[in-house]
Every structure is written in C-alpha cells, then in structure tokens.
C-alpha cells in the first residue's frame, strides 16, 4: 500500500497543533457542565427509548426513524442507553467528545489540501466553539448529524490523497446509515474525486472511484425513497415551498443565528444571500488547486443539503429554516471559506509583523471569550425549558397531565414515568 504523504506545507510534529483547537472545543461543556448536568430525556429521546423496550435493540435498529435509516446510529445510540445506565450527561458528553473529533478533522482535512495555519485555527475555533449548534451538541439524538459528519470527513481526507482505499467506501455508507442527510457524502467524494488534477489517477480511473464513492448513497437513497414516509411522497404541488425553504435555509445559515440577527423577512435573506454568495464567489477566484477543490465540496454539499431540506421540512414553516439544529453542516459549508477570506485580508495589512501576530492572537482570544459568552447565556435558557421543567414534570409532578410529555405532544405520561424508572433514565 502507499504510503500517505504528509500534510501539505507541514513539517513533522504540527499535526499536534490541531489538536489544541479540539480540545478547546469541549470548554462549552465543561465550564458550564452545571447547565448540560440539568438537560434531560425529551421528546424523541423517550420516543426512541419507547421503541427500544417495544421491539428490541435489533428490530428497532432497522426500523426507519421519521425518513431516516438509520442502523449505525441506532446502535450506537441505543448501546449507549444502556452502557451508561440511563444517563442523559454522559449521553451528551459522547456527542462533545464526537464533535471535539470533527473539530480535529476538519482542521487536518484543511491541512491536507494546502491551508495555511491561520484560516485552519480560525476555522476549527469557530466551528468549535459556535453557540448555534446548541441543538446538535445538546439533544441526544442529535448525534446522528455529528456522527455522519465524522464519516464524511474521514472520507473526504482519504479522496484528497493520490491512493484510492476501499475504507473511503466504508466511510460514505457508516455515513449514510448514521443520518439522512449522509447520503450526500458519497455525491461529495465523487465529486472531489473528479476534481483531482497532478498527482491523481487518469481520468477514467477517477471515474470509476467517483462510482465507488456514489454505491453506498444510491443504495441507502433508494430504500429512503422507497420505503420511508415523508415529504418526498407528497411533493406534488409543493415544489414552490420546497424552492423557497431551501432558499431561506442556505442564505440565512449560519450567520442568522450566529451572530443573532433579529430582523426577518425577504430583505434579510436577499442581504445575507448576497453576502454569502459574494464570499464564495470571492474564495473561488483567489483560491487554487485542492484549497479550492475543497472549497467546490463543500459549497456544493451545502446547496444539496438546502435542497434536502426543502423537500422534507417544507411544511414546517419557514421559520425554522434558521433552526439551530441545521446549523452544524451549514457551518462546515461557509467557515473555511470565511476564514481563508479574513487571513487572504489580514497578511495585507501593512504593520509590523510582531504587531500584527499579537493583533490576530488577541482577536482569537476575543473571539473565543465572545463565543463562550454565548454559549452561557444560550444554555441558561436551554437547560430550563430542555432541563429543569422536563424534570420537574416527569419526576416530581405525581400527576402531570396524562400528554404532558415535553417535546412530544401526546407521548403518555404513564409510558414515560415507565421508561424512567425501567431504564433508570436520569
């Protein structure tokens, strides 16, 4: 087997530095771990743990989860319900630990196509550390989206190095079997594949690599649009609905709910659109080789997720477009496209270069203490109504109403205060 070559522009030892941006990426957690300490089972937590006592761990694994087939995940999921003993913090704090992993993952696949050290850092701080992935990192069976984007990442650091490996593969279906939204993986490493240039295998080799990387998604795809309900199903006269979530979803994330904009409406998407738009046009123009062909990926991922997200949450108002929970893949699509763009303006500046060293060191440090911030007033009010009240209805209340069940209107009560006390869920 060849052997992989080492990151571009990196001398031997540096790949440790990544691993500062990730571990950083887990303060959140623990600086306010007396607010993630109060979250408890809500909603589909219950639901799924419902499904697990009423057919087992191996039949519910299979069973479609809304239009998701979702196996991998469930089994992960599921063990973990058990091997932690009902415990909704260590639930959580397997999903920090995952995300600190793509957090190293990014910055490494960055590495790997030609990045400089500063929109790598910039890029992993922000990912890290952005208070608008609070749904993905704080509701349990959102693990699904964050354990797909591992696979993804792992795949696509295989596909931007010259030797094609059989775990690439691999990768694109644990993907596609851990979220919906992973069936864009293998389209992703198809795409990437193709877009090699020197150093890569000739052309027709690349494609018959594409068509390894699209098998997984088009065989978990189909299943989905075979077998599973949901929108894609009645999308009939719905296709101008679908258009325009997709729309709202791709111009408003993730700056909407990053930097907390309050004003709403069509003039707000076409603004923050056409700063999106802008930005990538810009990245692609003064990018070259695998720095841009990652940028290609990405952007072209983001668009198919809006896509996606038209046809199976068009009926769930515009709204929720800007939802916290699709924030975590928009990130990926935009932040190191945003970061190469600040260090592109940055190394312009004409100062000194200890002034202008110490000047990006303490905008990191602002930009970190300005994130962590967030991050505790977000979760003041995330762990009361995700929390607090959830406990208080289901553990101390002795008679809450008979659909009191937070999060999911029409769970019984009684089977909840069954699950609890069967599965010790606390």
């Not at 490996?165 to 851990?178: D, G, K, M, Y």
Request: charged share 15%; hydrophobic share 50%.
């Amino acid at each position: 087997m060849t052997p992989h070559p080492p990151e571009a522009g990196q001398r031997p030892g540096e790949r440790w530095i990544l691993f500062a941006p990730a571990l950083l990426s887990l303060a959140p957690f623990i600086a306010f771990h007396g607010l993630f300490a109060r979250l408890f089972w809500f909603g589909d937590d219950i639901d799924q743990v419902d499904l697990i006592d009423r057919h087992g761990l191996w039949r519910w694994m299979w069973m479609f989860y809304g239009e998701n087939l979702v196996p991998l995940f469930k089994l992960l999921w599921g063990s973990c319900v058990f091997l932690f003993g009902g415990s909704y913090d260590a639930m959580i704090g397997i999903i920090w630990l995952n995300h600190a992993l793509n957090v190293l993952l990014l910055g490494r696949l960055m590495r790997t196509c030609g990045f400089k050290w500063t929109p790598v850092l910039l890029t992993q701080t922000v990912f890290g550390l952005a208070p608008s992935i609070i749904e993905n990192l704080a509701f349990s069976v959102e693990w699904s989206v964050v354990l797909s984007v591992t696979f993804m990442l792992l795949a696509l650091q295989e596909v931007f190095r010259p030797a094609f490996r059989w775990v690439t593969v691999l990768w694109a279906l644990a993907s596609a079997l851990s979220f919906v939204k992973g069936v864009l993986t293998g389209p992703a490493l198809a795409f990437a594949s193709l877009l090699q240039r020197g150093g890569a295998p000739r052309r027709g080799a690349r494609l018959a690599h594409a068509c390894a990387y699209l098998l997984p998604s088009i065989v978990v795809g189909t299943l989905i649009a075979v077998l599973a309900e949901g929108n894609h199903r009645h999308l009939s006269g719905h296709g101008s609905e679908a258009a325009v979530f997709g729309v709202w979803y791709y111009c408003l994330n993730p700056v909407y709910y990053l930097l907390d904009v309050q004003s709403w409406g069509w003039r707000t998407v076409v603004v923050l659109g056409l700063l999106k738009v802008s930005l990538v046009i810009w990245a692609f123009l003064r990018s070259r080789g695998n720095v841009r062909n990652l940028f290609l990926v990405l952007v072209a991922f983001d668009l198919a997720t809006a896509v996606l997200l038209g046809i199976g949450r068009y009926n769930f108002g515009i709204r929720t477009a800007a939802s916290s929970r699709y924030q975590y893949v928009s990130l990926i699509g935009i932040v190191p496209l945003a970061a190469f763009g600040f260090a592109h303006l940055w190394e312009r500046l004409r100062l000194p270069a200890w002034v202008r060293q110490g000047s990006l060191a303490s905008l990191f440090a602002a930009t970190i203490l300005a994130l962590m911030v967030r991050w505790h007033s977000e979760m003041v009010s995330w762990s009361g109504w995700r929390g607090t009240d959830v406990r208080r209805i289901l553990l101390e209340e002795a008679e809450p109403g008979p659909d009191s069940v937070p999060g999911y209107p029409g769970f019984p009560t009684k089977r909840a205060k069954e699950l609890i006390a069967k599965y010790h869920l606390h």
